[in-house]
């Protein structure tokens, strides 16, 4: 399974708009080579450079039962129930919350799951609610980076 963006490159700098004070949109995501037997895809946005300044790895945004049939996630998505599930992130706030660095230049991880089934969980769950129902279903896992800077 293969996560990219052609808003920037593997490891590149995000483009400002997609930072949380900004327009703070999500970046369009390609997907490419869903194993055959995903059921649905999970998506998980966070910031682990946050560990020092914020005391954790920072959530900027959870997205389960994603169709596995999709390849591309468009910029500044709305999910919806009909398309997928979105959790709550760090900030508080059920959606996508962009990057903001307090401390300068954090390197932002994209992982995607392809899990087994679809999750029984709803829209405002947390990581750690997530985590449990993956648990035990996850059959493949991809990963994009970038960088923010202040």
């Given amino acids: 399974m293969d996560l990219s963006s052609p808003a920037f490159r593997d490891g590149g700098p995000i483009p400002?708009?997609?930072g949380y004070t900004e327009a703070?949109?999500?970046?369009?995501?390609?997907?490419a080579d869903?194993?055959?037997?995903?059921?649905?895809?999970?998506l998980v946005v966070?910031?682990?450079?946050?560990?020092?300044?914020?005391?954790k790895v920072w959530r900027h945004w959870l997205v389960w039962n994603v169709n596995p049939t999709r390849k591309r996630i468009p910029e500044d998505w709305a999910t919806g129930t009909a398309t997928a599930v979105e959790g709550e992130n760090d900030y508080g706030e059920?959606?996508?919350?962009?990057?903001?660095p307090p401390d300068g230049e954090h390197t932002y991880r994209f992982r995607l799951f392809a899990l087994d089934t679809t999750l029984d969980l709803d829209a405002g769950a947390t990581l750690d609610?997530?985590?449990r129902v993956m648990e035990g279903h996850v059959l493949e896992e991809a990963s994009y980076?970038?960088?923010?800077a202040p």
Avoid: K, Q
Wanted: glycine letters at 12%.
């Fill in 16 to 18: 400002p708009e997609y």
């Fill in 145 to 148: 980076e970038g960088t923010y």
């Fill in 46 to 55: 966070d910031d682990p450079d946050a560990l020092e300044p914020a005391g």
């Fill in 129 to 131: 609610d997530l985590e």
């Fill in 94 to 100: 059920v959606g996508y919350g962009g990057p903001n």
């Fill in 24 to 31: 703070n949109v999500n970046p369009p995501l390609e997907i």
């Fill in 34 to 42: 869903t194993p055959a037997a995903a059921e649905s895809l999970v």
